[in-house]
């Protein structure tokens, strides 16, 4: 298994955990440009979520949140502002969801960072 199809894997965890509890999946992998991709966007009653995954087989080299670096959430950000250029929302937010994969399944999920 490649990186990109490892990823789509945890997208795919991730979008079933958020539809199972209450989202409503609007699109996926939405690109900006080469640095700035949206992995999922989301609706949770009125409110917008723009959710950036971070699938680990482990955490023997550290957590999926401490891929979430000041540049990574920068490149978050100007992706979410440029589809709410887009679309009319007046609510959103950006949330983490965390995905190890080994001994166990866990899902994090880290809202409103």
């Known amino acids: ?6 990823g789509d894997m945890g997208e795919e965890i991730a979008a079933k955990y958020l539809k199972d ?12 440009s080469r640095f700035c991709e949206l992995d ?17 087989k482990t955490d023997a080299f550290g957590t999926p949140f ?21 679309h009319n929302y007046k609510s959103y937010r950006i949330d983490v969801i965390g995905i190890t ?4 399944l866990k899902i994090e999920h880290l809202q409103n960072i």
């Open 1 to 6: 298994m490649n990186n990109r199809q490892f």
């Open 21 to 32: 509890n209450g989202y409503e999946i609007l699109d996926r992998n939405v690109h900006y």
């Open 40 to 56: 999922i966007v989301a609706k949770q009653k009125n409110t917008l979520v723009f959710v950036e995954v971070k699938t680990r």
């Open 66 to 86: 401490e891929a979430i670096t000041k540049t990574k959430h920068e490149n978050i950000k100007k992706g979410a502002l440029n589809y709410l250029s887009e």
């Open 101 to 104: 994969l080994k001994p166990e």
